[in-house]
């Protein structure tokens, strides 16, 4: 399951993040598939992957907190 979210959620990040109307969406799935790739690089002892997954996550939060601003939700 963990490989199929990954290439949902991840494929799904890049592609919204490219356009200009869908970015800031782009932004929540790929922080949405960090704990799959997460898990699955820490299950297989990939170390170097759970290092980028920290280092992405921060990325996307970034990404959200400036496509996010002045967004009222309600």
């Given at each position: 399951?963990?490989?199929?979210?990954?290439?949902?959620?991840?494929?799904?990040?890049i592609?919204?993040?490219?356009?200009?109307?869908?970015?800031?969406?782009?932004?929540?799935?790929?922080?949405?598939?960090?704990?799959?790739?997460?898990?699955?690089?820490?299950?297989?002892?990939?170390?170097?992957?759970?290092?980028?997954?920290?280092?992405?996550?921060?990325?996307?939060?970034?990404?959200?907190?400036?496509?996010?601003?002045?967004?009222?939700?309600?």
């Amino acid at each position: 399951m963990n490989q199929w979210m990954i290439i949902i959620l991840g494929g799904l990040s890049i592609g919204l993040i490219s356009t200009k109307r869908w970015i800031k969406w782009g932004f929540v799935c790929g922080l949405l598939s960090e704990p799959f790739w997460l898990w699955t690089s820490w299950h297989n002892d990939q170390w170097a992957i759970v290092i980028l997954c920290f280092v992405y996550a921060g990325f996307y939060i970034n990404g959200i907190r400036n496509h996010w601003k002045g967004v009222k939700c309600g």
